[in-house]
């Protein structure tokens, strides 16, 4: 056999022609919402106030650098790369990379991996369409800031399919994703224990060197928040009540995932949107829970388990960067921090499509209902499918003048929102042969 028929069975074998198709539409789809993405990229939160700034400041010295409490190594990777580009460039390469991160778990899910335990296309096609078209999520979509929550369910979704016996290109890659992930965000302190949980439930050692690094990782965020920064979380006042807590549960736990945001502020507008209202859809949402976790394999309930875990606990360890804020009322309101409810928004898709799925004749009640509310679901994807472009900043020019004034001269970047401006300070020597400096000695604080 020759090394081209080689090449070819490979690719057949691995579904490569496929794969490279799924992310030509998942990236079309990513650019349809909010094309302005890739047409105009611009910095979003973090991403330069922060990434950038750290970077063009410090170099590889910030690498390992906590922000916030913990590590966000991916962001000062990509970040780092950078620097070695002309700074027009960087918004180019932190959406391209974000998008490129976000249509990532539809390719992992379209691969063969996922052949056993869901072997029909038409259920994958469907569970990537509400994936990407996910309503209460414009927050998390084709920006760098909040691109660690897609790399985080790719990470999920490796771990739950992995298997030892696989091929030894695919285990490193395996094995490279999670332990980059578990170094970048907070979320993998509860991803160990869900995994940890995964393994006992399936009675198997089997992903113990994926658990490592999850394990490992999770371990240095706990030092970060708690040892590191202790003291980088701003919390304001709670504002807790049991009627807030059913109003969270109802609004960002079943309402925006099904109708998304439009649907939730047409909702309130209406005038039904009443307590007797939201403890009805917080036990339809109990009952589908429960169901889903009495019935579904472990592959989806370590997801359910994921995504209430990060749910809840932020509830309890708020982070609004504004000490002034009655944090349970905001949560309550349209578009309330979605990266807190995404895995549990991606759970409950996932339990509506598992429970339209059976096939007894003793779920045919459940199967209805939850039929009925994937429709909605498709409804409230396409209803929330465009999202309003970004006010432009004019990067580029803002860099011609950078470029243009003196060195040591401080130049403040526009970026959104508001308060997230980045400050660089002009330098006249490459990223190498910059002089180190250290924060304080004259040196705007990012």
Not at 22 to 38: E, G, K, M, N, T
Not at 208 to 220: E, N, Q, R, S, T
Not at 316 to 336: C, E, I, M, R, Y
Request: with cysteine; charged share 15%.
């Amino acid at each position: 056999m020759s090394e081209l028929q080689k090449v070819v069975n490979f690719f057949q074998r691995e579904r490569i022609y496929t794969l490279v198709l799924v992310f030509i539409a998942s990236v079309w789809l990513v650019y349809s919402r909010r094309p302005d993405a890739v047409l105009n990229p611009q910095f979003f939160a973090e991403d330069g106030i922060v990434w950038y700034a750290n970077a063009y400041h410090h170099g590889f010295k910030c690498l390992f650098w906590p922000q916030d409490g913990y590590f966000q190594t991916f962001y000062r990777i990509v970040a780092l790369v950078t620097q070695l580009f002309d700074m027009r460039l960087a918004p180019v390469i932190f959406n391209y990379t974000a998008i490129v991160v976000q249509v990532l778990p539809v390719l992992i899910l379209f691969a063969r991996r996922f052949d056993a335990l869901i072997p029909s296309f038409a259920i994958r096609g469907l569970a990537a369409l509400l994936y990407l078209g996910l309503p209460n999520a414009e927050e998390l979509h084709a920006n760098l800031a909040y691109a660690y929550w897609h790399l985080s369910l790719a990470c999920l979704l490796v771990f739950v399919t992995y298997s030892p016996s696989t091929n030894r290109l695919q285990k490193y890659a395996d094995i490279g994703l999670v332990s980059l992930t578990s170094i970048s965000g907070v979320s993998v302190i509860f991803l160990a224990p869900s995994c940890l949980w995964f393994m006992w439930a399936k009675r198997s050692l089997d992903r113990l060197a994926l658990f490592v690094p999850i394990a490992v990782g999770a371990l240095l965020q706990v030092l970060g928040v708690f040892v590191f920064d202790p003291h980088s979380r701003f919390v304001g006042q709670y504002g807790a009540s049991f009627y807030n807590f059913v109003t969270i549960i109802a609004s960002q736990l079943f309402v925006a995932p099904i109708l998304g945001d439009k649907g939730f502020r047409f909702l309130i507008e209406s005038g039904y949107y009443v307590v007797s209202l939201k403890s009805a859809l917080v036990c339809l949402w109990t009952i589908l829970v429960y169901l889903s976790w009495r019935r579904a394999p472990a592959e989806l309930k370590v997801l359910i388990m994921y995504g209430l875990l990060i749910a809840f606990v932020s509830l309890s360890a708020p982070n609004t960067g504004n000490a002034n804020q009655v944090f349970w009322d905001n949560l309550s309101g349209p578009g309330a921090a979605p990266r807190y409810w995404y895995f549990a928004t991606l759970a409950l898709q996932a339990s509506l499509i598992f429970l339209a799925n059976q096939q007894s004749k003793h779920h045919l009640g459940t199967r209805t209902i939850s039929s009925f509310l994937l429709i909605l679901c498709v409804i409230g994807s396409v209803w929330n499918w465009r999202y309003k472009p970004w006010r432009n900043m004019h990067f580029n020019k803002q860099v011609a003048a950078f470029e243009r004034s003196e060195p040591g001269t401080i130049t403040t970047f526009r970026s959104r929102p508001p308060g997230f401006e980045m400050r660089l300070e002009r330098r006249a020597t490459s990223l190498r042969s910059a002089p180190d400096k250290q924060d304080g000695q004259e040196l705007p604080q990012q």
